[in-house]
């Protein structure tokens, strides 16, 4: 089965630059999407297809994927993005099309 | 403006079945490529996604559980509904209904707010 992994959480102080990568086997053959998950709310895209920012996302949001990772970045990380991060891939073949979520703290 | 909402019991009793509707508003079920899923979240655990209906009726269902798992989508009601059987306390979680599209590669861009759903006696 395919395997999404990301680290479980990383820190980052306001201001800086927070990568959040999602690992598996020729992911760069894939598209990935990533999504924003503050505690108790739903899920909110931010990156869909590798690195398209759907409207009203900031651009301090980017992806990129090659290889065998994909990467999330935030730019000028504020406060408010302190937030869980899932990547995403799509095929009805496997079990997990989410990855194992990212904890940002923003310190 | 397109929104989804998800209703259903937050209580069910081991083996019995948990049943979600989602109803959605400001879209339809009929829009060529698009198309509505099932995910859950166990407290403090990742999303998994659960099934997938398409506009053309075509089903998809996480291959773990498959032979508990159903989707179907009432087009007139502008509902889809899942449906789990036999459902056990590793069950528990929050349902999200969400609205899908893409070509070649499926994203989900609008959610309902999710409601947790308890197993327990």
């Known amino acids: 089965s395919y395997v999404l992994t990301q680290p479980r959480s990383v820190s980052v102080a306001p201001g800086k630059t927070a990568t959040i990568s999602c690992g598996g086997d020729t992911i760069g053959t894939k598209s990935v999407h990533w999504y924003q998950q503050k505690s108790g709310q739903a899920p909110i895209l931010i990156i869909s297809?590798?690195?398209d920012r759907p409207s009203g996302v900031p651009e301090r949001f980017s992806g990129s994927n090659s290889g065998n990772t994909a990467t999330l970045t935030i730019d000028r990380v504020e406060a408010g993005d302190g937030a869980d991060y899932y990547c995403q891939v799509w095929d009805s073949t496997y079990d997990q099309i989410f990855g194992g979520g990212t904890k940002l703290t923003v310190v | 403006q397109i929104t989804l909402k998800e209703s259903g019991p937050t209580l069910v009793k081991p083996t019995q079945t948990l049943t979600r509707t989602c109803n959605l508003s400001?879209?339809?079920?009929?829009?060529?490529?698009?198309?509505v899923a099932w995910i859950r979240q166990p407290p403090g655990k990742a999303l998994e996604w659960l099934a997938l209906?398409?506009?053309?009726?075509?089903?998809y269902y996480r291959p773990s559980l498959k032979n508990r798992v159903t989707i179907t989508k009432d087009t007139s009601k502008n509902q889809v509904v899942l449906k789990l059987t036999d459902v056990d306390p590793v069950d528990t979680a929050t349902y999200f209904c969400?609205?899908?599209?893409?070509?070649?590669?499926?994203?989900?861009?609008?959610w309902g707010p999710g409601i947790l759903v308890a197993v327990s006696t």
């Open positions: 400001g879209l339809s079920l009929n829009n060529r490529g698009e198309g």
């Open positions: 297809y590798n690195g």
């Open positions: 969400a609205h899908g599209e893409g070509a070649g590669s499926w994203f989900f861009d609008y």
């Open positions: 209906v398409y506009w053309d009726d075509d089903k």
